[in-house]
């Protein structure tokens, strides 16, 4: 069975760019999750999708990052404009539903020039 | 509010050496607690979880016992192998599964 599926792997973007983040979850899962992951830090809660509605976006900068699932299946992640503040790992994680295991991507690489 | 704390590394051992990383944690309710491990180069994967005081959680060779009087959650293996090197992250989830809280990750280094 195909595990969460993350791209890019990397991306290297002068800052005021645009960027966007692609994860397509594991087939039935319902429940999505993006973390946000600082050099040297644990995964913070960015958004989680309960099928394609945000039930948690507490977290997540709205002034710049937005997020989509539709039809409650793959998923992107956007920032814009990126700040150099913004150079972290990003992780989108899936799981059948929020009281399950959660199966993490390989995650994205971002980098703010 | 909610926290983890887990001890800094590296953590550098001989192999079959024994392992101990320290996770305590902050919470309101009665939380669940979770192990992840980051191998080079891949996702984080569960290692293993408990969900009530006292429970002990175990998968290939690692424990760890739910301890509501210390607020602890210390991950131990009697003998760590080469294969072991990765980065180790405590984590809780409130009672309702709604949030998740993860420590800054504790890097083991086993040499042969």
């Known amino acids: 069975e195909a595990g969460v599926v993350q791209s890019p792997r990397y991306k290297i973007i002068e800052k005021k760019q645009p960027v966007a983040f692609w994860c397509n979850p594991i087939s039935g899962h319902n429940t999505l999750y993006w973390y946000l992951q600082n050099l040297g830090q644990g995964p913070e809660l960015l958004i989680r999708y309960e099928n394609e509605e945000a039930v948690d976006d507490s977290q997540l900068p709205k002034d710049r990052f937005s997020a989509e699932r539709l039809k409650g299946v793959d998923s992107t992640l956007k920032i814009q404009p990126a700040e150099l503040g913004d150079s972290a790992v990003y992780l989108c994680a899936s799981s059948l539903d929020r009281k399950d295991t959660q199966y993490f991507g390989p995650g994205t690489r971002l980098t703010v020039l | 509010g909610n926290s983890v704390t887990q001890m800094e590394g590296p953590v550098t051992l001989s192999e079959e050496a024994f392992l101990t990383i320290n996770c305590t944690y902050t919470a309101t309710g009665y939380p669940s607690l979770f192990w992840y491990v980051q191998y080079p180069g891949e996702g984080l994967q569960l290692l293993l979880k408990?969900?009530?005081?006292?429970d002990k959680g175990s998968n290939k060779g690692f424990e760890a016992t739910y301890r509501k009087e210390t607020t602890s959650f210390h991950l131990e293996k009697g003998s760590v192998q080469v294969s072991d090197s990765a980065v180790y992250f405590c984590a809780l989830s409130d009672r309702n599964f709604n949030k998740f809280y993860f420590g800054s990750g504790t890097k083991l280094n086993v040499k042969p």
């Open positions: 408990a969900t009530k005081a006292d």
